[in-house]
């Protein structure tokens, strides 16, 4: 891909051309190995990630953009001018309105950090308090580098979740599709062969005839309530915090999915709070910041009241997580230790990289426990609806 961009040399004096690389950062490489500091570096087609919808900033933006801040300050590039090889690069609508707020923003003379903490719905508390820790103490650097890191965790996160549950959805999916052809198309045909024949089915078999029935004289209302529940329940999930807690809260619920569900959270919470701690932010406020963050009601609530009413209020940090029934004692001790020893940060990081191989571990049982309860559920419904067949079959062929 060919690049254009204008660099300053090391005497000021600017220089102008193309340069055919793989990415940004190889022509960014090219430039600092020169000695040169970018002004603006523009491809001939403009930076697209395929998997984004235009109208939304996602966790790969936010990697992408911090991964490249960091790239650009450690090459020397000044903060303005990595902003606006940003805003070049860039052709999604979203990130090039932020991005240019940013730069709107700067050359006000406002602080980095403030266009971000504007759109904190987007970027959310940990990315806007660790831009701001690492404005304030001069390092934005290390901090674009930590921030590329938590990120990309969390999408791995997310990734492995989804990558786990992909299998038990296709089993479930092709499974309510047969079950449906079954009910719609299959069942009324037999049920109408029967009453045409004037062979009264034993009752088992008329209830299952009758409902294959009504389905059939009702099938493209029902599809549609069906196609409308879906996208309900994801518009609901994504756009209302309520019914996705209330949700959560009802799968903490059962016995194996609690497991994972809490072992997701300890693992966001080790990797926030770790982070936060390395950025130099006060343990009460790195708390307050990281209940924000976490979904899990519990934690929230355990988060706060060790900030609020126990460290606050003169407690130690291991004296605080200890008077919380959420966390498993190793968790705690291990707090309490590192404490002591001065190092909570390292050991949360720990226990985040921990959680996240249990976290692996668990997935694997649950889909090893949802998908004989699977078969065994669609596997019963469509027994019965076979039985329903053929006792009044075995029934009619035994009267000759």
């Not at 040169?36 to 395929?50: C, F, Y």
């Not at 999915?257 to 701690?277: G, H, N, P, Y």
């Not at 498993?328 to 959680?355: C, K, N």
Request: glycine residues 8%; charged residues 15%; aromatic residues 10%.
């Amino acid at each position: 891909m060919i690049f254009h961009y204008i660099a300053s040399k090391q005497d000021g004096s600017i220089v102008e051309d193309t340069l055919d690389a793989r990415d940004v950062a190889e022509v960014l490489s090219v430039l600092a190995t020169n000695g040169w500091k970018p002004v603006t570096v523009q491809g001939q087609r403009a930076h697209r990630l395929s998997t984004l919808a235009s109208g939304r900033v996602t966790v790969t933006d936010q990697i992408f953009i911090s991964k490249y801040l960091a790239l650009m300050l450690k090459i020397g590039t000044g903060l303005l001018e990595a902003i606006n090889i940003l805003i070049a690069d860039f052709a999604k609508p979203a990130v090039r309105e932020i991005l240019t707020a940013v730069r709107a923003s700067l050359e006000q003379g406002n602080p980095f950090w403030s266009t971000f903490a504007h759109y904190s719905k987007v970027f959310g508390p940990v990315y806007v308090n660790l831009v701001r820790a690492g404005e304030t103490s001069g390092n934005l650097e290390k901090t674009f580098v930590q921030l590329t890191q938590i990120l990309t965790k969390q999408k791995e996160l997310k990734d492995q979740i989804r990558g786990a549950l992909i299998y038990p959805a296709l089993l479930l999916g092709g499974s309510m599709l047969i079950l449906f052809f079954i009910v719609m198309f299959a069942l009324p045909k037999i049920a109408n062969v029967f009453e045409d024949g004037g062979f009264e089915p034993p009752a088992f078999s008329r209830i299952v005839f009758t409902v294959g029935l009504f389905f059939a004289a009702h099938g493209v209302l029902f599809l549609v309530l069906f196609v409308a529940g879906i996208v309900g329940f994801v518009l609901a999930f994504r756009m209302a915090p309520t019914f996705r807690r209330f949700l959560l809260s009802l799968l903490s619920e059962l016995p194996v999915v609690r497991d994972v569900i809490k072992k997701v959270a300890l693992q966001r919470f080790a990797s926030i709070l770790s982070s936060l701690i390395a950025a130099g932010m006060p343990i009460t406020e790195a708390l307050e910041v990281t209940s924000q963050t976490v979904t899990n009601i519990g934690l929230q609530e355990s988060l706060q009241r060790i900030s609020r009413d126990g460290i606050a209020k003169g407690l130690t940090v291991g004296e605080a997580f200890k008077r919380e029934p959420f966390f498993p004692v190793t968790v705690t001790s291990l707090i309490a230790i590192s404490e002591r020893a001065g190092h909570l940060g390292d050991v949360l990081e720990t226990l985040s990289d921990f959680y996240t191989k249990e976290i692996d571990v668990s997935l694997k049982s649950l889909v090893a426990f949802l998908e004989p309860v699977l078969l065994l559920f669609i596997g019963g419904i469509i027994g019965l609806i076979a039985l329903a067949i053929i006792v009044p079959i075995y029934q009619l062929t035994s009267q000759f």
